[in-house]
């Protein structure tokens, strides 16, 4: 490519210069008509471009030509300091025996207080077992945060300023007793309860959304393929609610419901 590069630029610089050439002999050879003013302007412009092209293709030819300097790799230095040792987070809370030995942070409290609401509203309203999975998940990132931060003596009024800014935000919305149990005295044991009945929830909104649509169907074939769709998300939400909640009595009493459920689209398509 670098010699390609190269006979372009030669060509540029070739054609360039040529009609540079040409309007300088213009200049001295011309009777002065317009014509042929407008001829030497023309040529000169014509020129330039060439060069600028000539120029173009030599410094590409010269970037390809030149070696690239290869990095010292073992003079490279991580900057990243070693954490201290009073600044480390022992895990340890309600469900996995780990406590966090951290300093407590009220504007970490109020910030993270009106998160934790926002999800668990939206755990309690989702018919999307994706949207419910991505919540879960969320909420256990920080649940440990609440469980360590509610031992201190301020955490109440802290989050209480979080539970004040919510219902500001969205003064549409209601906040049920449970959901502020979790925030107001965080334990995992409420939560995995509350988990198991929102997931729950969500696949009987999912299945009472998908039979409206049925209703409305008239293949046979397409019925079939949504009733097999609930079946589908009917497996996962149990295997949902095994791995969050499944070492609660409740959950299994969840789990039947969804199975009994489940069977019946089963012997719809069987029939």
Not at 23 to 52: K, R
Not at 166 to 175: A, H, L, P, S, T
């Amino acid at each position: 490519m670098k010699f390609l590069y190269a006979l372009l630029s030669i060509v540029g610089w070739v054609l360039g210069i040529s009609m540079l050439l040409f309007a300088t002999i213009g200049i001295f050879v011309g009777s002065g008509a317009v014509e042929d003013i407008i001829m030497i302007v023309f040529l000169s412009a014509i020129g330039i471009i060439f060069i600028m092209f000539g120029k173009n293709m030599l410094k590409k030819s010269q970037r390809l030509a030149s070696p690239k300097k290869p990095i010292a790799r073992d003079k490279i230095k991580t900057t990243s300091a070693k954490p201290k040792e009073s600044d480390k987070q022992i895990i340890e809370n309600q469900k996995t025996k780990v406590k966090f030995n951290v300093r407590y942070q009220p504007f970490a409290v109020e910030r993270k207080g009106i998160q934790l609401l926002e999800s668990l509203s939206l755990l309690g309203s989702t018919k999307n077992i994706d949207t419910l999975t991505g919540r879960i998940d969320f909420i256990n990132d920080m649940y440990d945060f609440f469980i360590e931060s509610s031992k201190n003596g301020r955490y109440i009024s802290d989050i209480q300023n979080s539970i004040d800014v919510y219902k500001q935000m969205y003064y549409d919305r209601v906040i049920k007793d449970y959901e502020l149990k979790l925030v107001v005295a965080p334990n995992y044991q409420d939560l995995g309860k509350y988990y198991a009945e929102c997931i729950c929830a969500c696949f009987f909104k999912y299945a009472k959304d998908q039979d409206t649509h049925i209703a409305k169907l008239k293949r046979e074939s397409a019925k079939r393929a949504r009733m097999l769709k609930i079946i589908s998300n009917a497996d996962d939400t149990i295997m949902l609610i095994e791995q969050h909640a499944g070492s609660y009595s409740i959950a299994q009493d969840y789990i039947l419901q969804i199975e009994s459920k489940r069977d019946s689209y089963n012997k719809l398509i069987t029939d």
